[in-house]
């Protein structure tokens, strides 16, 4: 079987490299990525891993933010290059699977099933990390506890009742390869795939989205960016909200209710609590292990 990830990234210096050989390590034979215009080290750090490891092929899009279509050339370009099976993930991703099994073993008994949709687990950083590094993952040991129903995410998160890290997020999906095959934006369906679609808890992604302060104020630039593109409102929305958030003069407050102190949100003064889990600081430590970056 032949597994193949593909992923679009801006801005990712310091989180690409881990999360790229986090997926070779889980099982992909290769990876397809499009640098969306990045404009820190992002393409410096892409072309060094493509010369060390040729399983790493990338290219570059400068232009606006075409999510879906980029990501639909790179599935369908992997099938040109003989996947079976396609696993997109985002820069701040990481696919999981059952420590009992691995990515291949569970795709190999699917059966007739080509599409397969894993629960996205948000995990939250600590407080005190207001800029990126290639280690900040290691602190985000603790995991937002989702709060239903997930229609009412964008009113909850507008009102302010929980911090966007606390909605239920859409599930992510990973699907067989073919050559009609389209994702939707944010990877969350796919159009046209070969076959059935299931649910499963063998899979997860777990999500890292605000791992830095200065990365949730980077948020502010994609919800500009979105709006260029898009006019629906619900697209996006969270980004969107940010954007407005910032041109209000009023984001100061997301921080705090989008990282954790103790075992604790703080949403707008009311304490949210979170939970501990290992699984993303165990998968950040197993590829630096392996691949000590300096």
């Given amino acids: 079987m032949k597994l193949v990830g593909i992923s679009m990234v801006r801005n990712e210096a310091d989180i690409v490299d881990l999360t790229i050989r986090h997926h070779l390590r889980l099982g992909c034979d290769s990876v397809l990525v499009v640098d969306n215009g990045s ?38 370009e992997a099938y040109r290059v003989g996947a079976e099976w396609i696993v997109p993930f985002d820069a701040d991703e990481f696919w999981w699977c059952r420590p009992d099994k691995t990515l291949t073993t569970f795709l190999d008994g699917a059966g007739d099933v080509a599409v397969v949709q894993a629960p996205v687990v948000n995990f939250v950083q600590h407080r005190r990390c207001q800029r990126s590094s290639r280690r900040a993952l290691l602190h985000m040991k603790m995991r937002a506890v989702p709060v239903p129903p997930a ?22 999906t990973v699907f067989r390869a073919g050559s009609e095959v389209a994702l939707v934006t944010g990877n969350h369906a796919v159009i046209d795939a070969p076959g059935p679609s299931t649910v499963t808890g063998d899979l997860a992604c777990l999500h890292a989205p605000l791992r830095s302060k200065r990365v949730l104020e980077a948020q502010v630039e994609h919800g500009r ?18 954007h407005q958030l910032w041109s209000d003069g009023d984001f100061g407050g997301e921080w705090p209710a989008n990282s954790y102190l103790g075992s604790t949100l703080d949403v707008y003064g009311q304490h949210h609590h979170v939970e501990p889990d290992e699984r993303l600081c165990s998968a950040v430590r197993a590829v630096l292990w392996r691949h000590p970056i300096r």
């Fill in 39 to 76: 404009t820190d080290r992002t393409v410096a750090v892409l072309r060094r891993l493509a010369k060390s490891d040729r399983r790493i092929k990338w290219t570059r899009d400068p232009g606006p933010l075409r999510q879906s279509e980029i990501m639909t050339t790179l599935a369908r």
């Fill in 151 to 172: 229609e009412d995410a964008q009113k909850m998160v507008t009102a302010r009742e929980i911090a966007f890290v606390e909605i239920v997020y859409p599930p992510k």
């Fill in 225 to 242: 960016r979105l709006a260029e593109v898009s006019s629906d409102p619900g697209l996006g929305w969270h980004v969107r909200r940010w």
